[in-house]
């Protein structure tokens, strides 16, 4: 989750990702094992995961020297920066009131503490407002506090048009 972000960790981080015109959604330091991940997400101000590969590389090579340079990370690391992907994370509250569209997203959520008597809701997310998700379950809507997601992501469904054979047929991706 971005609030969960370290601060001097994403204030090295975030104005490197402003800076290649995209938004930090999320970074984490995994530690244990050799080398450490380092791993960082980005998208576009239009929230539509449509990263290069290219600006993901450049954001790579700049944030790297940036760490190094200020010996940010205690050992050796793995630096991955990656757009959100299909099963997009949902980190922050625009995130959330995004995913809340016309017809709702499917969604995993995890909360921080058992929410009536549950840390893991998948449903539909029927609309977010008041800091608050609405997450549909088998006919019971639950209301998720923001406060409360531990991690929270969009769960994609595939439809025939992802495995058609001819590439016209295709959704468009970078």
Known sequence: MYRDIPEELRTLIEPIVTDHGLELMDADVVRGGTPWQVRVVVDTPAGDGRVSVQACA?????????????????QAYHLEVSSPGLDRPLSREKDFAAAANEDGSDVKIETRVPLDGRRRFRGRLVRFDDETAHVAIDGQEFAIPFAQVAKANVVYQFSSADFAAGRDERPELD
């Not at 954001?59 to 990370?73: F, N, P, W, Y």
């Open 58 to 74: 450049d954001v790579s090579r700049e944030l790297g020297t940036q760490l190094d340079a200020v010996d940010a990370i205690a």
